[in-house]
């Protein structure tokens, strides 16, 4: 059974920074997709950011883009969101995702694994 591990939530004010980690308990994406999802109370599930596996740059939602920074150690299993300048419309439940495939169409469904999720809060 395939694994992702978060780490990283937790409350920071307005303007702060927070740095989340996933670990994937197998190599299954080595080749593949990682990134993030979130959902904040009473909306949908948003795609936040992912990263190819042969990629060094990643792919943002535009909310988060010039703030947010995705990136993966294959050799670690991990993928990490870097999180500056945070707003209190960041505040969500975010979920580390992650597919063996190299996923075009950004939509939930198209991640095979999902993580527990982590709160992230965000105070004004």
């Known amino acids: 059974q395939v694994q992702l591990v978060e780490s990283g939530g937790g409350l920071v004010q307005a303007g702060g920074s927070l740095r989340l980690s996933c670990s994937a308990s197998?190599?299954?994406?080595?080749?593949?997709?990682m990134g993030w999802f979130r959902q904040a109370p009473g909306k949908e599930r948003e795609f936040v950011a992912d990263?190819?596996?042969?990629?060094?740059?990643?792919y943002y939602t535009n909310s988060v883009k010039g703030r947010f920074t995705i990136s993966r150690d294959n050799a670690k299993k991990t993928v990490y969101l870097q999180m500056n300048s945070l707003k209190p419309e960041d505040t969500a439940v975010y979920y580390c995702?992650?597919?063996?495939?190299?996923?075009?169409?950004?939509?939930?469904?198209?991640?095979?694994?999902w993580g527990q999720g982590t709160q992230v809060t965000v105070s004004s």
């Open positions: 995702v992650a597919d063996s495939s190299v996923v075009v169409n950004r939509v939930a469904y198209n991640y095979d694994y």
């Open positions: 197998e190599r299954t994406f080595s080749r593949g997709t």
């Open positions: 990263i190819r596996w042969n990629e060094s740059s990643g």
